[in-house]
């Protein structure tokens, strides 16, 4: 994909309007139409349309303004995580809980009454 099609500040500016309950709820109804609002371009387009998470991080959007967006959509932060690892939800909860077993060793806990 040419990042040059992809007009980040728009979709950047698109994604904090979402903060604007009436936004939101244009934004749930008819998703293409919302977006069409900003001059995102046809690849901009096409990454929310899906969404595709990882494409747009890589094109430089951040990854906080498109929890806006998430939660408009009714995306939970896991199935995000997820998708942008290419894992199933389930994958991805394991994967998570693997990596808390294995950091909790690693970590400095406060002491543990007892």
Same mark, same amino acid.
């Given at each position: 994909?040419?990042?040059?099609? $992809?007009? $980040?500040?728009?979709?950047?500016?698109?994604?904090?309007?979402? =903060?604007?309950?009436?936004? =939101?709820?244009?934004?749930?109804?008819?998703?293409?139409?919302?977006?069409?609002?900003?001059?995102? &371009?046809?690849? +901009? *387009?096409?990454?929310?349309?899906?969404?595709?998470?990882?494409?747009? %991080?890589?094109? &430089?959007?951040?990854?906080?303004? *498109?929890?806006?967006?998430?939660?408009?959509? &009714?995306?939970?932060?896991?199935? %995000?995580?997820?998708?942008?690892? +290419?894992?199933?939800?389930? /994958?991805?909860?394991?994967? *998570? +809980?693997? /990596?808390? =077993? =294995?950091?909790?060793?690693?970590?400095? *806990?406060?002491?543990?009454?007892?």
């Amino acid at each position: 994909m040419n990042q040059h099609a $992809v007009n $980040v500040y728009e979709i950047s500016r698109l994604l904090y309007d979402l =903060r604007q309950p009436a936004n =939101r709820e244009a934004c749930r109804a008819n998703p293409q139409a919302f977006y069409r609002r900003y001059a995102i &371009g046809e690849d +901009g *387009l096409r990454l929310l349309a899906g969404p595709d998470w990882q494409e747009l %991080v890589d094109a &430089g959007v951040s990854i906080y303004l *498109l929890t806006k967006l998430a939660a408009t959509l &009714g995306v939970s932060l896991i199935e %995000v995580g997820a998708a942008m690892r +290419g894992m199933s939800k389930e /994958q991805f909860e394991r994967f *998570l +809980g693997e /990596q808390n =077993r =294995r950091n909790r060793a690693l970590a400095v *806990l406060p002491e543990e009454e007892t």
